[in-house]
């Protein structure tokens, strides 16, 4: 009999993970259940718990499997093997999580469970959002951007404390229903928990109460909305040019003080392609406005070397300045171990790049030019904004994002191209990321893609404005005009960047530790 029970029991185990990743899949986009993450983990706590560490391993690695799997669906529209080894990778991180807490259940106390799921849980986060080039995408914290008050203690702890918060929440939860069950009616743990989040709160809702100050500075963003199988089509490259001319010279009658087109939007290599490049430039000097697009580049001094780049033309059509992409997509843009991996490109649906990673942190400067008059005397006002460009997915990296803050930028702009996932989840996810480098750094966002989402994030993390159509942001093209307001703010995160997520690391290996070598008397 008790042979028979255990396949049914591990069953049971296996309903409770997929269970829990059912939920957690609810709090992201595109159903935005975001309070169900603070519940989302404790039915997989209650399946792990006092089972030995392979099983709970096992349990916890379907569990993340099952959550990525919902997660990152959309990455089938690029490539079905890729997504499969990226979600089977991504659930590790769940696996070894689900090892060490089974471990530490079975010997530590409560209270100290409390703390060290957390901390387990940011270590992770932050191992995996910079291991082998990182993934920072659907931390656990990005469910809960649409809940101002709580993501606000960003500027301190980076979206790892939000993360830290909600895991907290869900491992007092667990303890109080144990407790519960046996009949033990004081359990601490529900309101320490409620005491920290209590706290954020207060502070988050001060900030979603501060009212920043500064010069007022119009941007507009351009959403050409191209498909990404007539992106590089010559048959369509007249067409394409012809859009995005069309679109920014109505644009231009908003009086702005920048105009922004998405990743990739010149269909060419500007520098290199004489036609292409004296669209843009007249294009530029007919609307007197800086214009910022995004365009793949040659190396003029070395050819057959090639940048994702963004290039700033000046009001005269001139180009100013130019950023090259940092951290490029690993077998997207570049094959990492190229000699030992080459045989990858026999199997990759599209051509892998061989784009060249920039190096320059580059804060592009404009000029901001005003007209008032004072009294009897005509004033013209100019002042110098700057500003730094992340490209694609560079906005999920919150340290590089800190790099260009702290080299003078006063807002950021991120430019993409998320054509490739289709009518998905996929731009909505990529959003909450901006939203926290926003938060974090008390800065505007802006985002330029291509089919979507354009839009205006404020420093509070608010989307305050987007690029619709039909009742719909994603595949329609258009602009939106908006006005930002600068800001010289140095945070706490700014300066000091992941010190909390650190401090997690050495908390969660101290506990383990301990526990590890602690022999009971």
Known sequence: MRKSSQPSAFSFQLVLAAASSSILILAFPNFNLWPLAWIAFVPLFFSIDGQKPLKSFLVSYLAGFLFFLGAVYWLIHVTLPGMIIVVMYLALYFGIFGLTMSFIMRRSKPLGILFFAPSAWVALELARSNVFSGFGWALLSHSQTPCLGVIQIADITGAYGVSFLVMMANAAVFLTIKELRKKVYSSPYLGIALALIFISLAYGMIRVKNIFTGEIFRVTIVQGNIPQA?????????????????????????????????????????????????????????????????????????????????????????????????????????????????????????????????????????????????????????????????????????????????????????????????????????????????????????????????????????????????????????????????????????VYGDIFAYACVLLAALYLFVNAFYIRR
């Open 230 to 494: 007539r992106k590089w089509d010559a048959s369509f490259r007249q067409e394409i040019a012809g859009k995005y001319e069309r679109l920014t010279k109505d644009a231009a009658k908003e009086k702005a003080d920048l105009i922004i087109w998405p990743e990739t939007s010149v269909p060419g290599f500007l520098e290199s392609e004489r036609d292409l490049l004296g669209r843009v430039e007249a294009l530029a000097k007919e609307t007197k406005t800086p214009l910022l697009v995004g365009a793949p580049r040659e190396d003029a001094a070395s050819p057959d070397v090639y940048y994702n780049s963004a290039v700033l033309f000046d009001r005269e059509g001139r180009i100013s300045e130019r950023y090259d992409k940092i951290h490029l997509v690993p077998f997207g843009e570049y094959l990492p171990f190229k000699g030992i991996l080459s045989f990858v490109e026999n199997f990759a649906p599209n051509p892998i790049g061989d784009f060249r990673g920039g190096k320059d942190h580059k804060v592009f400067s404009v000029f901001m030019e005003r007209s008032f008059r004072d009294k009897d005397y005509a004033r013209r006002l100019v002042k110098k904004v700057e500003f730094s460009c992340l490209i694609c997915f560079e906005d999920i990296f919150p340290g590089l994002t800190r790099e260009f803050v702290r080299s003078g930028a006063n807002f950021l702009v991120n430019i993409t191209n998320d054509a490739w996932f289709g009518n998905t989840s996929a731009p909505y996810q990529h959003a909450q990321s901006s939203v926290f480098r926003a938060v974090e750094n008390r800065l505007n966002v802006v985002r330029a893609a291509n089919t979507g989402l354009s839009c205006f994030i404020d420093q509070k993390g608010r989307i305050v404005k987007k690029v619709e159509g039909g009742g719909r942001d994603l595949f329609v093209d258009g602009f939106a005009v908006n006005d930002i307001v600068l800001t010289n703010t140095r945070t706490f995160y700014t």
